[in-house]
């Protein structure tokens, strides 16, 4: 069963989390899945530095690690229980009947890719628990996640507001059609206003891909407008957003290799690292 | 990628590295002592515990796991070295690392899963008694001062650590070490130093082609210690790897090992060092002081070399005395001490196997034939415990003198014997049935006995009948897998 998924953990984002995923799920009729990850560092504080092994030092040091990690994974994952447990509670009371709760150990991209064919949509923060400066930092593997899973994930700030309109950053790309098709066939934009937004120069070319999108998604019965912005994408998105007053921004992620994005930045990154409203990133 | 090399080399950097510190001075005077076994000079070991441990921090399927110049692999070399020169050695070094790489590409990582537990705690045990056996010439025909040296030694190793503050930061084999250097030196005492069993390294290692013919002869000679070389290696590596896997209770990439492992020996042989492997004593020590990534093997590799080039004229003067005692800690560390314990708990199949894993080691010096000599005994065991899961009913129908025999529970080599003696021919009977549905067939023997069965039955004049053997003999098959088809395993379990 396809479920909305949302990552809860200790950070600040998780009640916006668990609102917009509330939200996502009311608007999608699907049902919710509270997923935490417990993604601990095994390390043990104290390395002893005797560097001498006597009989049974593999044993003893079995022993004492498993012990050690045993005492951390019971902590974590009690601790994971009650931030599960304050989430359903602040779900059930947003009107969602069927949840579930999950707990995986290990790595969140792992765990998230277990959970890949149960997923319909993954809710998550911005900002992880560990990215505490919230204003410049992004989740520190939110792009491992977005690189690796194949499911629309919508990335929430740390305020929940709810979402009344919503821009769709197209390019005209196979890509970008796939994501106008996605959405035309998903009821939760429906009735929404929308804009769908391209960048770069003013041809009649782009104005027909528009118009073509428009076309796909005429199904929604939403008020829909379009836009071509010049300039640089990431600034002029966010100007158009702005001026509209935009809620949700829904784009395509991470369109080019690591290599590139190394040498060049990629646009993704710096939309996530600007974002201050709700994003669907589509892979 | 960024995260991975984070999570790999830069998530524990204060443990790591001083956990590559502590395995650092630990594997010198292994090292040395494990040159001296092979009977070669201590830059070999020197330089391939540096050139191994670097090589496979990079390219292991093992993060945290130490390798170096190791005594399972030493041992093997002893009679290269003595008939035919280092330069044969080296170039055997080579086609080790040669060998495992194919190895690797094979996948031959996955064979591990046919080496039970019992063999692989053999090997541990065995592994312990060769280190110790070699130090024994270092102990016999010495004067009295060298076992007092000794002595102390290990008293230094096990003790220090008790002492409050600096017992848990300073390694106690180093103190070991360094105390009796001291001694030695003071007093002036006549016994063995490093210095006299050959070179220390003086320089930074150098590329350097064995300087071999490259023939078909050649190849002769070290073919026959290149395959025992590769096969101990990775054997000790995937042993190791399980080690810390358990300790750290984390995954590693066997494949990936094999390969590593092949590499760094291409490269150890390159540079003038011997053949190494993973290390399982070190590899403890490491877990234990700390070191979880790659950046601890890294450590432990870079800072061997600079200790030994900086410290060379102190490392001729280390008494022999106090490495024995550093190698008498690493085999009683090795040593599983459990399974002096558990010989009571366990059932005596599983001991037998460990037993004769050690027996055919410490006999045979290869730790190969010992391996070999335990999975195919804990094979054989197998096979007979399971041929007792076969049972033969039978009833007697008089209206029709029918005699119907139910055949329940495997059937292969080691259980058809027990299947032919379970019909009773000298029965006169008209009707014979066979009721094979609830069997399994897993050979052809199991077949053959079948055929003889009722071959046997038709001379007696009685009419045989076989129910079920197309289900009962799916079994035969090559590749007859469950594993792909989840409703196979009530089509196996439930006829």
Redesign the interface.
């Known amino acids: 069963m396809l479920r909305v998924v949302a990552c809860i953990d200790g950070s600040q984002a998780a009640p916006a989390v668990c609102d917009y995923a509330a939200w996502a799920s009311k608007h999608m009729e699907t049902p919710m899945m509270l997923l935490h990850v417990l993604d601990e ?4 504080a ?14 003893q ?2 022993e004492d ?2 012990e050690l ?1 045993r005492k951390r994974a019971k902590l974590a994952l009690e601790h994971g229980h009650h931030m599960l447990d304050e989430a359903q509670k602040r779900v059930t009371e947003a009107g969602i009947g069927e949840v579930i709760q999950r707990q995986r150990h290990g790595d969140l991209t792992e765990s998230l890719l277990a959970l890949e064919n149960q997923t319909r949509l993954l809710v998550m923060g911005l900002h992880g628990e560990s990215s505490s400066d919230r204003d410049t930092h992004v989740g520190s ?1 939110l792009e ?1 996640v977005i690189r690796s899973m194949h499911r629309p994930i919508l990335l929430v700030p740390d305020e929940y507001t709810e979402p009344r309109s919503a821009m769709l950053a197209f390019d005209g790309s196979a890509t970008a059609f796939k994501g106008v098709e996605l959405l035309a066939g998903s009821p939760v934009l429906k009735g929404m206003p929308l804009h769908l937004v391209m960048v770069g120069p003013d041809t009649n070319d782009r104005w027909e891909q528009l118009r073509k999108a428009e076309k796909m998604l005429a199904g929604l019965e939403s008020e829909i407008t379009l836009a071509i912005r010049a300039g640089d994408v990431e600034p002029a998105l966010h100007a158009y957003q702005e001026e509209q007053d935009i809620d949700i921004l829904v784009m395509g992620a991470y369109g080019h290799s ?1 290599i590139r994005q190394f040498l060049v930045g990629s646009t993704t990154t710096r939309m996530l690292e600007t974002a201050r409203k709700p994003l669907v990133v589509l892979r | ?1 960024v ?1 991975s090399l984070k999570a790999n080399w830069l ?2 950097i204060r ?1 790591d590295v ?2 590559g510190i ?2 650092a ?2 594997l010198i005077p292994e090292a040395i002592a494990f040159s001296i076994i092979a009977g070669v000079d201590p830059k070999v070991g020197l330089y391939a515990s540096f050139c191994i441990a670097v090589i496979i921090a990079f390219v292991g399927g093992r993060p945290g796991m130490i390798s170096a110049a190791t005594a399972a692999m030493a041992v093997l070399m002893v009679t290269l070295v003595k008939e035919h020169g280092l330069q044969y050695l080296l170039a055997a070094t080579l086609l080790t690392g040669v060998l495992q790489v194919i190895a690797g590409y094979l996948k031959l990582g996955s064979l591990m899963r046919f080496v039970s537990r019992s063999v692989v705690t053999g090997f541990v045990n065995a592994l312990a008694i060769l280190i110790f056996m070699a130090q024994l010439p270092e102990l016999t025909n010495v004067t009295w001062h060298v076992y007092a040296m000794t002595a102390a030694g290990l008293g230094i ?2 003790l ?2 008790l002492v409050p503050v600096v ?8 103190v070991c070490i360094v105390v009796l250097t001291a001694v030695a030196v003071v007093t002036g005492l006549d016994i063995r130093t490093v210095g006299d069993m050959g070179d220390l390294p003086d320089t930074l290692p150098v590329f350097l082609w064995p300087d071999v013919p490259l023939n078909l002869e050649t190849l002769m000679i070290i073919l026959p210690y290149s395959i025992p070389l590769a096969i101990v290696g990775l054997l000790e590596s995937m042993m190791t790897a399980t ?1 810390v896997d ?5 995954t590693s990439d066997r494949n990936r090992e094999c390969k590593g492992q092949g590499i760094a020996n291409i490269g150890s042989g390159l540079i003038g060092g011997m053949a190494g492997c993973a290390m399982i ?1 070190q590899s ?2 490491n ?6 990534t790659r950046l601890s093997t890294l450590t432990a590799g870079v800072f061997l070399l600079i200790m030994v080039l900086l410290l060379d004229n102190v490392l001729v003067q280390i008494p022999m005395a106090a490495l024995v005692a550093v190698m008498i ?2 085999s ?7 399974s002096i314990r558990n010989l009571r708990k366990h059932p005596l199949s599983t001991n037998i196997v460990m037993l004769v894993t050690v027996v055919v080691v410490v006999a045979t010096h290869n730790l190969a034939f010992g391996v070999l000599a335990g999975v195919l005994l804990a094979a054989l065991f197998f096979a007979n415990k399971v041929g007792h899961y076969m049972l033969v009913t039978s009833e007697l129908d008089e209206t029709t003198d029918t005699r119907t025999y139910r055949v329940v529970g495997q059937v292969f080599f080691s259980s058809s014997e027990k299947f032919m003696e379970s019909f009773d021919f000298k029965e006169a009977v008209d009707n014979v049935v066979i009721d094979l549905s609830r069997a399994h067939f897993w050979d052809i023997t199991a077949v053959g006995a079948l055929d003889k069965a009722v071959i046997k039955f038709r001379r007696e004049g009685s009419e045989v009948e076989v129910i079920g053997l197309n289900e009962a003999s799916a079994t035969i098959v090559d590749r007859f897998g469950v594993h792909d088809k989840p409703d196979a395993v009530d089509q196996l379990m439930g006829h």
């Open positions: 560092e095994r390390y043990p104290e390395p002893d530095l005797a560097g001498n092994i006597g009989l049974g030092s593999r044993e040091l079995l690690l498993a990690d593997q491992t690591r | 990628m995260n998530s524990n443990g001083l956990a502590v395995v001075l630990a190793i096990y220090f650590p017992g848990k930061v300073l390694p106690s084999p180093l080690i358990d300790l750290t209770d984390t004593g403890i020590i877990v234990k002081s700390g070191g979880r800690m690493v009683i560390g090795t040593f599983s001490w459990d």
